[in-house]
């Protein structure tokens, strides 16, 4: 697969029948986003400690039952953990910090903000310190997008699988692209002066300040002075659509919930989606409100991304994933991406685990 993303590097921690896991790393920062939390017992420690916000779908356990790891693992750490997820996730990450004990809670360990996403879109927000042993604190509800820095923002949409799911949709900030040929034709000479317009767009105070820049006339250069550099920077940008991610699994194919998905991650670059079972146990796939290779193939032809990767499939088929694949015709323009159909390591057997010696 190319590399589309100037700041976004996802990676899918899972197999196909594994878990979903996705972690989408933030290039310039170094720092990560998790889309749920399953089994995650192979993911080094090196990983959770980058993980600055969590993304559950919704809290059956192969989405959420990896969270006691990443509280083991991060609750030392000072820094505060973002949560996301549907209505009811603050209680449920209470009863997990409930189950233990926090006796040696000291000074510097971090908090985890659970921020429960409303139907209406508002984002109701607990906080839960560390050196407090855990101890909630309300911090009110907002609107807006649900998180974001210069490089990303995340959004999302409540779907139904008998019980609230969110899927996600995460875009990468706007870039700093100059156009060489409009360069040229408006006579903007390159040089130094651009790290001061970058730094004023990354800044996001171009509007209304001042640059000098050197311009071409006729051959003979000399330094100008834009009063906006937003302006002068309209003028010789390159124009390219930022990238996107969408993030969707456990959905009952239904016109409310394909609606939805087409307001949220229409024409993203790749859509990570569920494709759980075959075309002939589409009655299976309604019961339990998953996605047949049908409903799949439909959901690409309405919302055609540039990439699609299927997984979550049917634990059923364990056997190979080669008649779900077959079964997958995505319409032109979009490319189905393949990956291996288990990723974690198989459990030991007793008689593989070593006997202690006499020493």
Partial sequence: MPKPFRYLEPTFFAGLFDDPLLLVRVRPTGRALLFDCGKMHHL????????????????????????????????ASPRTIDVFGPPGLSKRMASKFACYDWNLADTFWGNFRVNEIRPNGRVASMLYSGPEAFAASCEGERNGVLYGNRHLTVSGTQCEHHIPVMAYRIDEGATFVLD????AAEGVKKGEWLKDMEKLFHDGVMEGSPVKYPHDRGGIVEERVAPDAAELYQRIRKFEEPASIGYVTDIGYSEENVEKLGGLVQGVTLLVCECAFLASESNKAGLSRHLCTTQFNELLDRLRPRYVLPMHFSKTYQRGSDPLYQEIEPPPGVTVLKIPDRLTPRPIMESEVPRPVEI
């Fill in 180 to 183: 060489d040929e409009r360069m």
């Fill in 44 to 75: 080094a420690k090196r990983v959770y400690t980058s993980i600055d916000a969590i993304f559950i779908s919704h809290a059956h356990m192969d989405h959420f039952m990896g969270m006691d790891s990443v509280i083991r693992h991060s609750h």
